[in-house]
């Protein structure tokens, strides 16, 4: 008997849930590929990059249960290449789409052998939604480079870039729905078919929790901050300075009205808008959210707002990759303070569930991945390894690795 079961709606695979962890989104503003707002060592002026080799579309990349995958078939997923990406860069993105495209095909088998299908109306439904998000975030990126770029953008005219038929994204979609069908029946259950795995905790699972990392649940140290990111070449081109330092001295003073300005009481945004900024010249931590140290490892000068020293309306000015020169002002700081079982219990509750959910996605995987049939051989090898790296970092985090499947 097949079922019907309607899905939650999928998550979507081009980033919908960006998290502001420590200085993630900082590099977004200063336009640099490393996760901080500084110039790295191997950080050089911009310079065009090279043309890039003609590649085969109708290339085989892989053969996934059955079902062939073509360069032009990936390509018509991700999309052609941007301005600022490198070959190498694309090449990875590429791959990596290979890689994501593989496992859920797999898995897409398990869902199918276990008698699942998609119905109409909720692939319809679900297309609408997943069709309006890539409108929002392609309007969004286009607004970021050019005030007034996105306006006319449609899905269809999306497809048409990326060289895709409805067809074909309807046909990604259908996927995903099948997989959170066949993993919320393994998790879940359905009338007829028991849950494989009980993920839910008990009061003693979170009471041992908490009694063992108690610390670790604490109200850390954190901080809101603001930056803007300014250019000096944009401005030496302005033609108003006759050498360039010059224009780096220009884009420092700037920045520092900037900061002053929002010292003496306006908002971020509003003082961006008033100098033109485009959005990824600017940047502030949501009210309500605080960045704190996390495990990465950061240089001295990212460290700079997370400094136990730091004040509300600290300011700072530092040199940004490419060039840039980057603002940072203190807009909040938020004090260490130890928090009450009653009040980190239902955390450790969604703790416990999410990393249960994950070991068992990731045995499920692999156990399929395993027995899948995959060209070329060290495709599915790859895509298990990845998965087992997943539990192996699960198993190496000092809180995770105590939560067990039951």
Not at 78 to 107: F, P, Q
Request: glycine content about 6%; some cysteine; overall charge neutral.
């Amino acid at each position: 008997m097949r079922s019907t079961f309607l899905a939650r709606s999928p998550s979507r695979r081009r980033g919908l849930g960006r998290a502001l962890v420590a200085f993630g989104w900082l590099t977004a503003a200063c336009g640099s590929p490393c996760p901080c707002p500084v110039a790295c060592a191997d950080d050089g002026p911009t310079s065009a990059q090279p043309k890039p080799e003609a590649k085969n579309l109708d290339e085989l990349l892989a053969v996934v249960e059955g079902e062939v995958i073509t360069r032009r078939m990936v390509a018509r997923d991700i999309g052609g290449r941007s301005e600022d990406e490198t070959d190498a860069d694309y090449e990875r993105r590429l791959r990596g789409r290979v890689m994501s495209r593989t496992i859920t095909r797999v898995m897409v088998k398990r869902a199918e052998l276990f008698g699942l299908e998609v119905r109409p109306d909720v692939l319809d439904q679900q297309v609408e939604a997943a069709a309006k998000v890539d409108v929002e975030q392609a309007k969004e990126r286009e607004e970021a480079r050019k005030p007034g770029a996105g306006a006319n953008i449609t899905f269809a005219k999306l497809l048409a870039e990326r060289g895709q038929t409805l067809a074909e994204f309807k046909a990604l979609i259908a996927n995903e729905i099948l997989v959170q069908q066949y993993f919320h029946i393994l998790t879940k259950g359905v009338p007829g078919k028991r849950p494989q795995v009980d993920l839910e905790p008990s009061p003693e699972d979170v009471l041992k929790l908490y009694a063992a990392h108690k610390e670790a649940f604490d109200q850390q140290p954190g901080v809101r901050v603001a930056l803007f990111v300014l250019r000096p070449d944009a401005i030496y081109e302005e033609g108003k300075f006759a050498k360039y330092d010059d224009a780096v001295e220009e884009a420092r003073r700037r920045v520092k009205t900037m900061l002053d300005e929002v010292l003496a009481g306006r908002k971020v945004d509003e003082v961006a808008r008033s100098r033109g900024l485009k959005k990824d010249q600017y940047n502030a931590t949501p009210e309500g959210k605080f960045l704190e140290k996390g495990p990465r490892k950061l240089r001295d000068v990212d460290l700079w707002p997370l400094d136990p020293a730091r004040l509300r309306g600290d300011t700072n000015i530092v040199d940004g990759s490419g060039g840039s020169v980057v603002g940072l002002v203190v807009l909040e700081v938020r004090p260490p303070r130890t928090r009450t079982f009653d009040e980190v219990k239902a955390d450790l509750y969604d703790l416990i569930r999410g990393v249960r959910m994950e070991r068992f996605l990731s045995q499920q995987r692999i156990e399929a991945l395993s027995t899948a049939s995959i060209w070329p051989s060290l495709l599915g090898e790859e895509a298990e390894a990845q998965t087992r790296d997943r539990l192996k970092a699960l198993d190496e985090d000092p809180i995770k690795r105590d939560i067990r499947l039951r």
